[in-house]
């Protein structure tokens, strides 16, 4: 039996049936495999949540992602900021890639927060978003002042008017990092916030799935203590924190699309070893 | 680093001494070898399949600003205008950085004036977009399937949205050469493009399409310092496998408080 | 002179710069052509020493603060950066504004798209600007609509397309067609596997301890990560590193001349 070269029409709406029941219905998945990048995401917020030195140190929640990686990232941010409440760690959401993170991050956060009896500016602050072309400046202005380097939270306050930010002035207030990214914006807190006080500070990295290869050689290095690759590493976190959210059920849609790819891919070459045997025969 | 360290000091100066010596000995005269990289060669190729088949060619310097990845793929694109306003090709360029519109516009009329055909230039051709990722792709992907290119270019700093571009161009049947310095889009233009351009002969480019005896010497230039850095890599992986680390660690950092687990000196995994 | 300013002040200094502007701009203007060149030179080698000297230039003080007499300027320069990109964005608007006008005007084909981009900008500058100084509740309601509702979905929108492609892509390039195709294609399939946990639940009763843990697909997929793709981008980055500074040495020493080394010395 021939098989022919599907059109491109008809890949499409194969994945798009794929992708949509999942959501839809409930399909059922084996749980994921625990990955090194994650179990030390896990390990590092629970390290530094209790450790003497930086339990009661500020985490930085750097939201540079827009609607667009919503899938991946705001997953991410959930699970991940479920976990950091769940330890009663104060944080700041901050933006400065994307202005769409400031919104995502900070309706994220109040939701979060609201849940768990967070109040705002004694638990919690969103430092809003500032343009990406100042970054390097800033980030090298808030190793020392924060406070005059970042002036104002996203309502306008100043920050040394919020009572939370009276213990946090500088790096060395700072316990925890997390970026939640679609592109390698960590590489400026590495660069100019992570070392530049008189302890580091530990980095975590979630990035979309395609920029987590980027991001490999910085774990490899102790840069980065841990990294949540895309939904997948979205999908274990959940599974190690048992708290299943969007994530563990989109994973669903990524399982079973990864699968029709592969079989596509295996059609067409069955497909193409086919025409080529007929074009050696035709030509005998 | 917000500072230079002194190993950072002397390693950089080091390097740099070399590639302008090299630039330097090149302009003098010295005669410098290039081996051939069949993206550059295409170009020649796309451009005349564009002039064969009568539809135009599109150019894409990519999502940066002005800096040096956005420079040097101006630098390419001027070169495929060139060659193709001698064809009388119409050539289209979409940009992204608003403050690079001007320059883009000034090199691509250059371009034309060089190969004789300023009359064939219009402004309309170099246009800005939008300084939005989805928004530019989009209207690329528009103009694409307006236009029915034969051929494109996709040089510069790409994100995500390089296989929209690139999959628009291959639904319309045009041959497309790209070269980018992110390491996380090549897979997309392997696998999407005919001909792809990977790493620093992104940079070996501009040498190889136009010869020139100072482009040469920094690229010469460029493959010393790699060799040296070749060396120096094999050499410290040979010192660690007899465990003999011959200096202290020269970019020495301090040590990370949490999480362990990757850390090789901590024995991590 | 870097320090912001208020009231009076700061209307004296609009004025002063736009007249230091105006002069500047006809000294240029007189300039004699066998200047400029060199004038060009100067320039650009004296903004690129600035940065490159507050690099390189030994620094003192506390260890969170190190600086040396330049790193004070840094911040006021990429602000002059800043506000240099926003006046080229005017240029930007200029030209796609334009364009499509002349498209509407003329009724060229495709013109009521070009209306479409004329009206939307419009909305949206209305919208998004308008909220932060009009307190009308239409406006913000407004700016839901066209920011939240349509262009946030917009982007989604683009970027989930990008999976459909993947396929259409992935569908033609991996093909058995050499050697290194075929090695492409297993280590992307192990890969594929190995991200997912359908993929995973293949080898999940193999014990994860071991020789027999490397029979795991995850295991696998992940040494191809960690072993192969992290080491190899490590090089290219090296070789980009080393294209990038010595590309960035040309343009700083104007070691070639004229527009984007098309002309030697």
Not at chain 2, 225 to 234: G, N, Q, S
Not at chain 3, 21 to 50: D, E, H, N, Y
Not at chain 3, 115 to 134: D, N, P, Q, R, T
Request: contains cysteine.
């Amino acid at each position: 039996m021939r098989i022919p070269q599907l059109d491109r029409r008809v890949l499409y709406m194969l994945l798009a049936i794929v992708v949509s029941i999942p959501l839809l219905v409930n399909v059922p998945l084996p749980p994921p495999a625990i990955t090194p990048p994650t179990k030390s995401f896990y390990e590092t917020i629970e390290t530094v949540s209790t450790d003497p030195k930086t339990k009661d140190k500020l985490v930085i929640i750097s939201c540079n992602f827009g609607s667009g990686t919503l899938a991946e990232n705001l997953s991410q941010l959930e699970a991940t900021l479920n976990h950091i409440v769940s330890k009663r760690m104060k944080f700041a959401i901050f933006a400065f890639n994307d202005p769409q993170g400031r919104d995502l991050g900070g309706s994220t956060a109040q939701r979060i927060a609201d849940k768990a009896g967070y109040k705002y500016g004694k638990d919690w602050v969103n430092w809003g978003f500032r343009p990406p072309q100042g970054i390097q400046s800033l980030l090298k202005a808030m190793v020392n002042d924060l406070h005059g380097a970042l002036g104002t939270d996203v309502k306008g306050t100043k920050l040394s008017a919020i009572p939370m930010m009276a213990n946090y002035k500088k790096a060395d207030d700072v316990g925890l990092i997390i970026e939640y990214a679609a592109s390698d914006t960590v590489k400026y807190w590495v660069q100019f916030f992570q070392r530049a006080g008189s302890t580091p500070i530990a980095t975590l990295f979630c990035p979309t799935s395609v920029m987590a290869n980027e991001a490999y050689p910085m774990l490899e290095t102790g840069q980065l203590q841990g990294m949540l690759v895309g939904l997948k590493g979205a999908n274990e976190f959940e599974t190690v924190m048992k708290r299943p959210g969007f994530a563990t059920r989109a994973s669903a849609s990524l399982s079973y699309s990864h699968l029709l790819i592969i079989l596509l891919i295996i059609l067409g070459n069955v497909g193409m070893i086919q025409d080529r045997k007929r074009q050696q025969g035709a030509t005998k | 680093m917000n500072h230079a360290t002194w190993p950072a000091r002397v390693i950089l100066i080091v390097i740099s001494a070399v590639i302008v010596w090299t630039v330097i000995a090149a302009q003098r005269g010295k005669k410098l070898f290039i081996r051939r990289i069949p993206g550059l060669t295409a170009i020649d190729e796309a451009v005349g399949r564009a002039v064969e088949m009568g539809r135009g060619i599109l150019l894409s310097s990519g999502l940066g600003g002005i800096d040096v990845v956005t420079l040097q793929a101006l630098a390419i694109c001027t070169n495929i205008a060139s060659a193709a306003a001698r064809y009388g090709t119409k050539v289209q360029m979409p940009i992204y950085e608003a403050a690079l519109l001007p320059i883009a516009e000034d090199a691509i009329s250059s371009a034309y004036n060089k190969a004789g055909r300023s009359d064939a230039f219009s402004s309309d051709d170099v246009r800005y977009l939008s300084n939005q990722q989805f928004a530019y792709a989009a209207g690329v992907a528009g103009m694409i399937q307006r236009e029915q290119y034969a051929a494109t270019f996709l040089f510069g700093t790409f994100f995500a949205e390089s296989l929209i571009m690139a999959e628009n161009a291959n639904m319309v049947g045009a041959i497309q050469v790209a070269g980018t310095p992110s390491t996380t889009q090549i897979p997309f233009f392997i696998a999407s493009c005919d001909y792809v351009i990977i790493g620093d002969e992104y940079y070996a480019a501009t040498a190889y399409l136009t010869r020139q005896p100072t482009l040469l010497g920094s690229m010469i230039g460029q493959d010393r310092v790699k060799i040296a850095i070749l060396v120096t890599v094999m050499l410290g992986f040979l010192l660690t496998m007899a465990k003999l680390p011959l200096v202290k660690n020269l970019f020495e950092d301090k040590d990370m408080p949490a999480a362990s687990y990757y850390s090789p000196a901590k024995g991590g995994k | 002179m870097f320090q912001v300013q208020h009231g009076a002040a700061l209307y004296t200094y609009i004025a002063g710069a736009a007249v230091v502007s105006v002069i500047l701009f006809f000294a240029l203007t007189l300039v004699p052509t066998k200047l400029r060149r060199p004038l060009i030179m100067a320039v650009t080698f004296a903004a690129g020493l600035f940065y490159a000297l507050e690099f390189f230039w030994p620094v003192s003080g506390p260890e969170s603060d190190q600086k040396n007499f330049l790193t004070a300027y840094i911040k006021p320069f990429s602000d002059i950066t800043t506000v240099l990109q926003s006046f080229a964005l005017g240029l930007g608007v200029y030209s796609l504004v334009s364009i499509h006008m002349r498209k509407v005007a003329r009724t060229q084909s495709g013109w009521a798209y070009s209306l479409v981009l004329i009206v939307s900008m419009i909305v949206m500058v209305i919208a998004h600007i308008g909220k932060e100084y009009i307190k009308s509740p239409w406006v913000h309601q407004l700016n839901d609509f066209a920011y939240s509702g349509l262009m946030k979905s917009l982007d989604a929108t683009m970027f989930s397309i990008i999976a459909f492609y993947i396929v259409s892509a992935a569908y033609r390039a991996f093909r058995i067609r050499s050697t290194e195709a075929t090695i492409l294609l297993v280590s992307a399939g192990i890969i594929m596997l190995g991200q997912v946990a359908i993929g995973q639940a293949i080898t999940n009763a193999i014990p994860n301890e071991g020789l027999t843990a490397n029979f795991r697909v995850e295991n696998m997929a992940n040494w191809i990560l960690k072993k192969v793709n992290s080491p190899a981008i490590m090089a290219i980055d090296f070789g980009l590193g080393v294209g990038g500074l010595a590309t960035a040495l040309r343009l700083w020493l104007s070691l070639e001349r004229g527009s984007y080394f098309e002309e030697e010395l």
